[in-house]
């Protein structure tokens, strides 16, 4: 009976010890749980920011644009490929459209953008301008050649701050938009486009002026 007896009090003592070990798990796979749910919440609250509803005032996407523009090897790149894009892309429907057309496509942007821009940023507003003007006036020139220097120009801009991303490390507030956003792609796409075409001039210079100018 002796021997029954022990062996009673080791198997409650195994239970005992198994079910605090099963407690132990259970605190474990708890604060994990916790700390996946703290993650998720931080995530989508990053995403939000950037998923946000297309807004085309220059100060919404600006605060947006600043998040993934803040090492200035990233910008310095940003302020050199940006011209390339814009001079690849004007050519591009220079040649394709005309120049009449882009002519008058660049007066629209010209007259309307002072109007769109928030007042703190005014003072990047005449450089952009007058670096745009310059822009269209190369495009002319720069269409008369085949279709495959311009197609490369646009490319290498583009290429360009890709590159400037990875070598930083900075995520792309392109990818960011596209890959996380969870509204229509269609609509992820265009409204990210018309966002940075429109403002993609300003919107570098005003994140490279605490740096270079």
Known sequence: ??????????????????????????????????????????????????????????????????????????????????????????????????????????????LTLPFQMSPAKYDVLPVALVIFAMEVLAARQFSRHSWLPLLLTAAVGGLGQAFAHWVTGERGYMDTYVMECRQDVTVRVTSLFLEQAYFQLPLVLAVSKPLWW
């Open 1 to 110: 009976s002796q021997f029954f007896s022990n062996q009673l009090v080791a198997m409650r003592l195994s239970s005992q010890g198994l079910l605090a070990r099963m407690g132990g798990v259970r605190t474990i796979v708890t604060v994990l749980g916790l700390l996946s749910t703290v993650c998720k919440a931080q995530e989508t609250s990053n995403t939000t920011n950037v998923c946000s509803a297309p807004d085309l005032s220059f100060a919404g996407v600006l605060a947006k644009f600043e998040r993934f523009h803040r090492d200035p090897v990233n910008v310095g790149l940003h302020v050199l490929t940006t011209p390339v894009i814009y001079l690849g892309w004007l050519s591009i429907a220079s040649k394709g459209a005309g120049f009449l057309p882009v002519l008058f496509l660049g007066l629209v942007y010209v």
